[in-house]
């Protein structure tokens, strides 16, 4: 593999057995958890600022859920900086952005991984208007059908405080994963991105808090990890 590839390939892949590795399976127990009453099946992550970790969230999140059985799509819907197509190796050539100006059909847009049951539709070619395009009137019954096809979508999009591609995506989801890089992040834009995404009713099912320093005294190879590397999206 080239060496400008291998950065990208999701842990859970490197090592599936890793402490960070474990912290996607617990992520995606804990999202299973949260949907007894009403049923997850169209997840959103995002951030509220870039560079917090959201598409290495998405990407292991998703090889996870591929893991354990499930028929899992991912949505490249970051039609300003994607990067999803970056660390599965696939083409951009065609996805979202085409099917949503029906310049292909669904068929064409959605691309098979190396891994089994996992699947990719990344964000195709950058358009003028990503925030008129994702309101568009081809999304809502596109997340449908993709609920019929797959067991979980999970959707990476840009950070919330950035545009407002995030919040209208937010209010069609089942549910949003909320990444904030430890440290860096400020409590004031945490807070602007919860109330945000409350403005817009959406459901939020937790947050995950990338790259926090763990320690145990009595358990050394876990005093420090982070659950993924920051992602450039």
Do not use: W
């Not at 059908?145 to 407002?164: F, N, Q």
């Amino acid at each position: 593999m080239p060496a400008s590839t291998v950065k990208h390939v999701p842990i859970t892949l490197q090592n599936p057995r890793s402490p960070i590795s474990e912290a996607y399976r617990t992520l995606r127990t804990n999202i299973e958890y949260a949907s007894v009453d009403a049923p997850v099946r169209t997840v959103l992550v995002t951030s509220a600022q870039p560079n917090e970790g959201k598409t290495t969230t998405v990407a292991n999140l998703a090889v996870v859920y591929a893991m354990e059985g499930k028929n899992v799509l991912i949505v490249d819907a970051d039609l300003r900086k994607p990067t999803q197509h970056l660390v599965f190796m696939k083409s951009n050539r065609i996805g979202l952005t085409s099917y949503l100006a029906q310049r292909c059909t669904l068929q064409e847009a959605v691309a098979e991984t190396d891994i089994d049951r996992l699947h990719i539709m990344t964000s195709g070619p950058l358009p003028p208007n990503p925030a008129e395009l994702l309101a568009s009137k081809r999304m809502e019954p596109l997340l449908q059908e993709l609920c019929e096809r797959y067991d979980i979508v999970l959707i990476d999009s840009p950070p919330v405080l950035a545009v407002t591609d995030a919040l209208i995506l937010a209010a069609k989801c089942d549910g949003v994963i909320a990444v904030l890089h430890a440290g860096k992040v400020k409590r004031e834009h945490a807070r602007n991105m919860m109330k945000a995404l409350e403005h817009v009713r959406a459901r939020c099912l937790g947050v995950v808090l990338n790259n926090k320093q763990i320690r145990a005294a009595n358990a050394p190879y876990y005093s420090y990890y982070t659950y993924g590397d920051e992602d450039k999206a």
